[in-house]
């Protein structure tokens, strides 16, 4: 199943007698400037590779030189080592393992560490395992981190499946785990909650890390209190001072830049102002959407970035190499350019600009100007993770009528108001009429509905949300709902908002917009309702086609389908929808949809 490579304790004799020059290589690269992240220095040094691994890196490789060697002219180039993404979610690209890795490996990306915790809300501890088994199919590295928080509100929130500290020191035994995912249940870990402890007691008795998410702006008493529960990094720091506090306090402070994350500009000047000690800081990338990868890259993206704010090329490169192996236990498999690390780097003419001209893998040519040379196999995913969208009957526009209470003509709703370019709700209100007994929506006010589909029991929770901006008849469904992922479903007109719901739990599942009794695009994403095993190309042009489709319903909003996916993520303020009501996040209470009009 796997792309295997030899241990380097297994290794070690063949790496010997080739450095030895007893035996030959199976690769060598001269003539380069090789970036020398141990050090950072750029050396005229040569590099020979044998069973995936480097064998001799120095002045002079031609004693490693034998008649079946490969040997490939650097000309001047840089040799880098290939770069690591040091927190990520496969399926935010809405794309598999294998297709993740397909899309990426042009880009220059050979490591990466996932935390598949969209999945594992869907299909619980069997749905990570598939996410394990086909990341190591892959020809790259593809590190997993036990999720850490289904449900991420227990009590807000049904998922179709729980983890347990029972599962997670399971999982710790797999090959492919690393350590926990993101422990976003940071209040939890404050408060000193069982479960939540012994997930990170597991991973720590495993010796693997437990990654952090403090999505709070108290750096006080409520901070120290978490980082001494255990997690060794965060990715949630905006500003300069979290950063620097992260930092202070033992942790990597992780900046990230996805596709709707702009954090690293606001906090590398910790490093190029402040003079703080670069090796714990950690390029990443969170969330990238498959057009981002398609279009603008991955990690070169992000380490280009950090150059362009300023830091130095070098020290940009350490924080996606060997600052994230380090971080991960990993110094002495990948992350750098040394003898008995895995084979892994890139050729590029400009450290600032960083084209990436050639990728090697495991000593293997993976990709070369820009076009993949290998093969990324593709798991077997079962017909059960395939049909995951349970609506448990035919929904239709009844099911998304909401009654007024008795008597009223017109009553004061609670709406979910959408900000632009931010993951924060605003808790509006707004006086809505009443016709036949029914609420309506009105102007910039319609319907949200959170359909359950994880156990078919056909239930809907219906209220409403503002800021879209759509206008005529219209219905946008998404199983894609952070982070039960039920689906949600908006829209001005209940009969689209059936035929919308409905079409997903035939195709199962993915996004469909619907406009005057017409469906306008559709991304399908079968697998598990998040992904689809379909090239970045082809996901990509579907969600471009979608996100067209939005702004013909009247949306002007930037990143309007982020917004849209985000509706149910019950632990992000102000208010939210989940299968068990309206959330009220800033009291993380269950809230009535109407104003006591008593």
């Given at each position: 199943?796997?792309?295997?490579?030899?241990?380097?304790?297994?290794?070690?004799?063949?790496?010997?007698?080739?450095?030895?020059?007893?035996?030959?290589?199976?690769?060598?690269?001269?003539?380069?400037?090789?970036?020398?992240?141990?050090?950072?220095?750029?050396?005229?040094?040569?590099v020979a590779v044998a069973a995936g691994r480097f064998a001799y890196v120095g002045p002079d490789a031609s004693h490693c030189?034998?008649?079946?060697?490969?040997?490939?002219?650097?000309?001047?180039?840089?040799?880098?080592?290939?770069?690591?993404?040091?927190?990520?979610?496969?399926?935010?690209?809405?794309?598999?393992?294998?297709?993740?890795?397909?899309?990426?490996?042009?880009?220059?990306?050979?490591?990466?560490?996932?935390?598949?915790?969209?999945?594992?809300?869907?299909?619980?501890?069997?749905?990570?395992?598939?996410?394990?088994?086909?990341?190591?199919?892959?020809?790259?590295?593809?590190?997993?981190?036990?999720?850490?928080?289904?449900?991420?509100?227990?009590?807000?929130?049904?998922?179709?499946?729980?983890?347990?500290?029972?599962?997670?020191?399971?999982?710790?035994?797999?090959?492919?785990?690393?350590?926990?995912?993101?422990?976003?249940?940071?209040?939890?870990?404050?408060?000193?909650?069982?479960q939540m402890l012994a997930e990170m007691a597991a991973t720590m008795q495993a010796g693997k890390t437990v990654g952090g998410?403090?999505?709070?702006?108290?750096?006080?008493?409520?901070?120290?209190?978490?980082?001494?529960?255990?997690?060794?990094?965060?990715?949630?720091?905006?500003?300069?001072?979290?950063?620097?506090?992260?930092?202070?306090?033992?942790?990597?402070?992780?900046?990230?830049?996805?596709?709707?994350?702009?954090?690293?500009?606001?906090?590398?000047?910790?490093?190029?102002?402040?003079?703080?000690?670069?090796?714990?800081?950690?390029?990443?990338?969170?969330?990238?959407?498959?057009?981002?990868?398609?279009?603008?890259?991955?990690?070169?993206?992000?380490?280009?970035?950090?150059?362009?704010?300023?830091?130095?090329?070098?020290?940009?490169?350490?924080?996606?190499?060997?600052?994230?192996?380090?971080?991960?236990?990993?110094?002495?498999?990948?992350?750098?350019?040394?003898?008995?690390?895995?084979?892994?780097?890139?050729?590029?003419?400009?450290?600032?600009?960083?084209?990436?001209?050639?990728?090697?893998?495991?000593?293997?040519?993976?990709?070369?100007?820009?076009?993949?040379?290998?093969?990324?196999?593709?798991?077997?995913?079962?017909?059960?993770?395939?049909?995951?969208?349970?609506?448990?009957?035919?929904?239709?526009?009844?099911?998304?009528?909401?009654?007024?209470?008795?008597?009223?003509?017109?009553?004061?709703?609670?709406?979910?108001?959408?900000?632009?370019?931010?993951?924060?709700?605003?808790?509006?209100?707004?006086?809505?009429?009443?016709?036949?007994?029914?609420?309506?929506?009105?102007?910039?006010?319609?319907?949200?509905?959170?359909?359950?589909?994880?156990?078919?029991?056909?239930?809907?929770?219906?209220?409403?949300?503002?800021?879209?901006?759509?206008?005529?008849?219209?219905?946008?469904?998404?199983?894609?709902?952070?982070?039960?992922?039920?689906?949600?479903?908006?829209?001005?007109?209940?009969?689209?908002?059936?035929?919308?719901?409905?079409?997903?739990?035939?195709?199962?599942?993915?996004?469909?917009?619907?406009?005057?009794?017409?469906?306008?695009?559709?991304?399908?994403?079968?697998?598990?309702?998040?992904?689809?095993?379909?090239?970045?190309?082809?996901?990509?042009?579907?969600?471009?086609?979608?996100?067209?489709?939005?702004?013909?319903?009247?949306?002007?909003?930037?990143?309007?389908?982020?917004?849209?996916?985000?509706?149910?993520?019950?632990?992000?303020?102000?208010?939210?929808?989940?299968?068990?009501?309206?959330?009220?996040?800033?009291?993380?209470?269950?809230?009535?949809?109407?104003?006591?009009?008593?």
């Open positions: 199943m796997e792309h295997q490579i030899t241990s380097w304790a297994e290794a070690a004799p063949r790496l010997v007698a080739v450095a030895a020059g007893r035996e030959m290589a199976d690769l060598v690269i001269r003539g380069a400037a090789l970036v020398n992240v141990q050090t950072r220095e750029i050396l005229d040094w040569q030189i034998g008649p079946d060697t490969r040997v490939i002219e650097a000309a001047g180039r840089y040799l880098i080592p290939g770069l690591c993404d040091g927190h990520m979610h496969i399926e935010s690209g809405m794309l598999t393992p294998a297709e993740f890795a397909a899309a990426v490996i042009p880009h220059g990306t050979t490591t990466m560490f996932t935390d598949p915790h969209e999945i594992a809300n869907v299909l619980g501890l069997r749905g990570v395992r598939m996410m394990h088994d086909e990341a190591l199919m892959q020809p790259v590295n593809i590190y997993t981190q036990m999720p850490s928080c289904a449900p991420s509100a227990p009590g807000l929130e049904t998922t179709g499946y729980e983890i347990s500290a029972k599962d997670v020191a399971k999982a710790m035994a797999w090959p492919g785990i690393i350590g926990l995912g993101e422990m976003m249940n940071f209040p939890g870990v404050i408060n000193g909650d069982p998410h403090y999505a709070s702006p108290d750096k006080g008493v409520a901070f120290s209190a978490y980082v001494a529960g255990g997690a060794a990094d965060d990715h949630e720091g905006t500003a300069e001072a979290d950063a620097i506090a992260r930092a202070r306090n033992g942790m990597r402070s992780m900046m990230r830049l996805g596709s709707a994350w702009y954090d690293v500009e606001s906090q590398i000047t910790a490093v190029t102002q402040k003079g703080l000690d670069p090796r714990n800081f950690i390029l990443c990338t969170d969330d990238c959407h498959s057009g981002t990868l398609v279009n603008d890259g991955h990690m070169n993206r992000v380490v280009r970035h950090a150059i362009a704010c300023g830091c130095d090329p070098v020290i940009a490169l350490q924080m996606a190499t060997i600052n994230t192996a380090t971080h991960f236990g990993l110094e002495r498999e990948l992350g750098s350019i040394a003898p008995g690390r895995r084979a892994d780097m890139i050729l590029t003419s400009d450290l600032v600009t960083l084209p990436i001209e050639e990728v090697i893998a495991r000593g293997v040519t993976v990709a070369k100007d820009g076009k993949l040379c290998v093969t990324c196999p593709h798991y077997d995913w079962p017909a059960d993770a395939r049909g995951t969208v349970h609506l448990g009957k035919a929904l239709a526009a009844a099911d998304f009528e909401i009654a007024a209470p008795d008597g009223k003509n017109s009553v004061k709703a609670k709406v979910i108001g959408v900000v632009e370019n931010q993951a924060p709700t605003e808790a509006l209100t707004a006086e809505l009429p009443v016709v036949d007994g029914l609420v309506q929506g009105q102007g910039d006010v319609y319907q949200i509905a959170l359909v359950e589909r994880h156990r078919g029991t056909g239930a809907v929770t219906n209220g409403f949300v503002s800021g879209f901006g759509y206008t005529g008849k219209m219905a946008m469904a998404s199983t894609v709902a952070h982070d039960s992922h039920h689906m949600i479903v908006v829209g001005t007109d209940r009969d689209m908002l059936a035929a919308a719901a409905n079409r997903l739990g035939e195709v199962g599942g993915g996004v469909s917009v619907w406009k005057d009794g017409q469906e306008i695009a559709l991304v399908e994403l079968p697998i598990a309702g998040l992904m689809s095993d379909s090239p970045a190309a082809e996901v990509a042009a579907s969600a471009d086609r979608m996100v067209a489709a939005m702004a013909e319903c009247g949306c002007r909003l930037n990143n309007a389908y982020m917004q849209h996916s985000l509706l149910a993520l019950v632990v992000i303020p102000s208010l939210r929808i989940s299968d068990l009501g309206l959330v009220d996040v800033d009291k993380f209470e269950i809230t009535d949809l109407f104003e006591d009009n008593a």
